[in-house]
C-alpha cells in the first residue's frame, strides 16, 4: 500500500508535542508575552493547557473570537503584550478586523492558532481551513510550528521572535495531533537570541522649521511621552497647536496655552505633524490648501509617516520627544498663546450639551475611548480643551466601527483604571456581544450611546440629496430599532435613559455607580 501521509487516528510522539507547546510558551514568555486571551475549542487544548501552567501569564476567555481580538487591542494599547489563541478551522477568520486596526495603528498582537496535522490540509477534514498566511497583509510575519520538531523548531521561532519588527504583529499556527491533551514532558528550554540594537536615525537640522508655524496632533498622538518637549517647542517657536481629543494631548494641562480650535486664517510657515491624519474635515481642507501653496509638511512619530496628500512627503523619525527637542530654536524669543480664541458652535445642539455634561461629570484620572464615526467628531466640537480627562483613545487607524467595546475592556483590564466609552447605537449593534466584558469586568466601565437611529453621519454625504430618503434609511443610516437599555439590562448592567433636558442629573447618577453601567443619550425624535 502507498504511503497516504497522515490520517485521523491517534498517532505517536504526543510527549515530543507537548514538550515543543511548553517550549513555545517559554519563548514568548522570554519575548514579553503577558496575557492570553483564549476563545474556546478542543483543538486548542493543549496549548490553554500550557498556558494555563504558567504563573507569569493573565488568561482572560472569551467566547467570541472577534471580541477577543479586539480585547487583545485593548491590552496591547495598554502596554500589555496579548497572544491570542484560537482553535482550527474558522475560528481565526474572525480576529481579521482587529488586525485590520493593528496594522494602521502600529500595535502589534501575537496569533496563535491550533490547527489539525499539516498534512490533512485538503482532505475534507472536519474543522479545516489552510491557515497559512492567513491574514496578510495585515500581519507580516508567519511561521508554522511543528511542536513535536524539538529543539531546532524552538530554535528556529526564537530567531524569528529575535529578528520581530516593533509594531509588526506575528502569526504562529500550530498543527496539532491526538490525543488533544498536555501530557507529562519536560520543557524543551530554549534561550532568546539577543540582537544588537538599531541605531536611531539621525535628528533633523532645526533650520527645516523656520518662521512660525503649526503643529497638528491628530489620534495616538500621546503614544510617546512627549507632552513637556512638545510645550517647549511651542513655546519657543511661537507656535500653534490644533489637538483631537483622540490625541490625549487635547486637554493636557500644560498644552492648554498653546492651542486653536480652528486652522489659523493665515497661512503657517510649516506644519508638523503627530499621530493619525486628522479627522476634522476643516483641519483636512487647510491641509490640502497649504500643501498646494507650497507649505512644507512635515511627519513626526510612527503615525505621522504616512501623508495622503504626497507619497514623497518628509517625514522624520526616532523618538517625538527627542527630535522636538533638537528641532528647539535657543530660547532667546519666547512666544505664548493665551488659550484658545476661536469660539466653539454655538448654541450647542442638543447632542453637545449632552457630551459636555458626560465630560463635566468623569473623574480626570479616568480614560475615555471615543468611538469612530459621529461619536469622535461630536466630542471634539462639543468640549473645550481642558474640560476632560486627559487620557484619551480611538481606534482611528482604519476607522472601522466595530470592536470598541471589547477594546475598552481590553484598556480597564490592562490599565486597571476606570474607562468610559463613547459611542453610536450602530457601533453598540456592532459590538453586542462584547457587553459581557463590560459585565464581567473588574475595573468600571461605563458605556455611553449616542442613540440617533442609525448611522447617521452618511446624512451628510452629498449623495443623502439625491437618493430617495427610504432608500437612503434602508442602505447607509440603517436605524435597528432597539431598545438599548433593555440589551443592557440583559447582561444586568444598571442603566440609565437619559433625554436632551435631563443632562445635569447624569453626574449624581454615575457618582452613585460602583461598578459597570449603561447610559443611553436618546437623541431620536421624540
Known amino acids: 500500500m502507498p504511503n497516504r501521509g497522515c490520517t485521523l487516528r491517534d498517532r505517536p510522539g504526543s510527549q515530543a508535542q507537548s514538550s515543543g ?154 498543527p496539532l495531533a491526538k490525543p488533544l491533551t498536555l501530557q507529562p514532558a519536560p520543557s524543551l528550554e530554549t534561550p532568546l537570541p539577543t540582537r544588537e540594537p538599531l541605531s536611531p536615525p539621525s535628528l533633523p537640522h532645526r533650520a527645516l522649521l523656520e518662521g512660525s508655524g503649526l503643529v497638528i496632533a491628530g489620534g495616538r498622538a500621546h503614544r510617546e511621552d512627549c507632552v513637556d518637549e512638545l510645550a517647549t517647542f511651542l513655546q519657543s517657536t511661537g507656535s500653534t497647536l490644533l489637538a483631537e481629543s483622540a490625541s490625549g494631548l487635547r486637554h493636557h494641562p500644560s498644552l492648554r496655552a498653546f492651542q486653536e480650535l480652528t486652522p489659523p486664517d493665515a497661512t503657517p510657515s510649516w506644519v508638523l505633524r503627530l499621530g493619525h491624519w486628522p479627522t476634522a474635515p476643516t483641519w483636512r481642507r487647510a491641509l490640502v490648501e497649504w500643501a498646494d501653496a507650497g507649505v512644507p509638511i512635515f511627519g513626526l512619530g510612527r503615525e505621522a509617516q504616512n501623508n495622503p496628500l504626497d507619497p514623497e512627503a518628509a517625514a522624520l523619525g526616532g523618538p517625538v520627544a527627542a527630535q522636538l527637542v533638537a528641532l528647539c530654536p535657543p530660547a532667546n ?64 487607524g482604519a476607522c472601522g466601527i466595530d470592536g470598541q ?30 457587553l459581557r466584558l463590560i459585565q464581567e469586568s473588574e475595573v468600571p466601565i461605563c458605556v455611553v450611546v449616542i442613540n440617533n437611529d442609525g448611522g447617521r453621519i452618511f446624512d451628510q454625504l452629498p449623495a443623502a440629496k439625491l437618493i430617495d430618503p427610504l432608500d437612503h434609511e434602508r442602505f447607509f443610516a440603517t436605524p435597528q430599532h432597539l431598545d438599548l437599555c433593555a440589551a443592557a439590562a440583559l447582561f444586568g448592567l444598571p442603566t440609565r435613559r437619559v433625554l436632551p433636558h435631563q443632562g445635569p442629573g447624569l453626574k449624581a447618577w454615575l457618582e452613585d455607580q460602583a461598578g459597570s453601567c449603561f447610559v443611553e443619550f436618546d437623541l431620536r425624535a421624540q
Open 21 to 174: 507547546v511548553r517550549g513555545l510558551l517559554d519563548l514568548l514568555i522570554q519575548w514579553g508575552l503577558t496575557d492570553c486571551v483564549v476563545s474556546p475549542g478542543s483543538r486548542s487544548t493543549p496549548l490553554v493547557m500550557a498556558a494555563l501552567e504558567r504563573a507569569e501569564l493573565t488568561l482572560h476567555p472569551i467566547a467570541d473570537e472577534r471580541a477577543a481580538a479586539f480585547f487583545a487591542l485593548g491590552l496591547r494599547q495598554a502596554g500589555k503584550r496579548p497572544g491570542l489563541i484560537a482553535t482550527s478551522g474558522s475560528a481565526p477568520c474572525h480576529w481579521h478586523p482587529a488586525l485590520v486596526e493593528a496594522k494602521a495603528s502600529h500595535l502589534d498582537l501575537v496569533l496563535i492558532s491550533a490547527d489539525r496535522p499539516s498534512d490533512l490540509r485538503h482532505r475534507g477534514a472536519p474543522q479545516s481551513a489552510d491557515h497559512r498566511d492567513l491574514f496578510r497583509p495585515q500581519v507580516e510575519t508567519f511561521i508554522e510550528f511543528e511542536a513535536k520538531k524539538g529543539a531546532a523548531e524552538l530554535q528556529r521561532l526564537g530567531c524569528l521572535l529575535a529578528d520581530q519588527e516593533a509594531g509588526a504583529s506575528l502569526h504562529i499556527n500550530v
Open 333 to 396: 524669543e519666547l512666544r505664548t498663546y493665551l488659550g484658545p480664541v476661536r469660539p466653539l458652535s454655538s448654541p450647542a445642539t442638543d447632542e453637545e450639551q449632552l457630551i459636555q455634561h458626560l465630560a463635566g461629570a468623569l473623574p480626570l484620572d479616568s480614560i475615555v475611548v471615543l468611538g469612530n464615526s459621529l461619536s469622535v467628531r461630536r466630542f471634539d466640537e462639543a468640549v473645550r480643551p481642558g474640560h476632560a480627562p486627559t487620557d484619551i483613545y480611538g481606534n482611528r
Open 405 to 434: 467595546l471589547a477594546f475598552s475592556a481590553g484598556m480597564a483590564a490592562g490599565t486597571g483604571r476606570k474607562v468610559t466609552c463613547l459611542l453610536g447605537d450602530l457601533s453598540l449593534f456592532h459590538d453586542l456581544n462584547s
